[in-house]
């Protein structure tokens, strides 16, 4: 999902199109970190290699403990 779906509740528009202070506040506020906050400039393959990583560790101790 991305901003420009939200609906202000200060105002009932979209903040996309910044009507009212808070609507600009936080258009402003989302553009500058991201939707997701800080994880908008993560690369998706270090999440994969990480998930890859980790799964890898689990089934490690898995095996050893067995």
Same mark, same amino acid.
């Given at each position: 999902?991305?901003?420009?779906? #939200?609906?202000?509740?200060?105002?009932?528009?979209?903040? !996309?199109? &910044?009507?009212?202070?808070?609507?600009?506040?936080? =258009?402003? =506020? /989302?553009?500058?970190?991201?939707?997701? &906050?800080? /994880? !908008?400039g993560?690369?998706?393959? $270090? /999440? +994969?290699? *990480? /998930? %890859?990583? *980790? +799964?890898?560790?689990? $089934?490690? #101790? %898995?095996?050893?403990?067995?």
């Amino acid at each position: 999902m991305t901003y420009d779906r #939200l609906v202000c509740a200060n105002c009932a528009a979209p903040v !996309s199109e &910044g009507r009212c202070p808070v609507c600009r506040a936080n =258009r402003e =506020r /989302l553009q500058q970190e991201g939707f997701f &906050g800080g /994880l !908008s400039g993560v690369n998706p393959m $270090a /999440l +994969i290699a *990480l /998930l %890859a990583v *980790l +799964i890898a560790a689990v $089934a490690l #101790l %898995a095996h050893q403990t067995a």
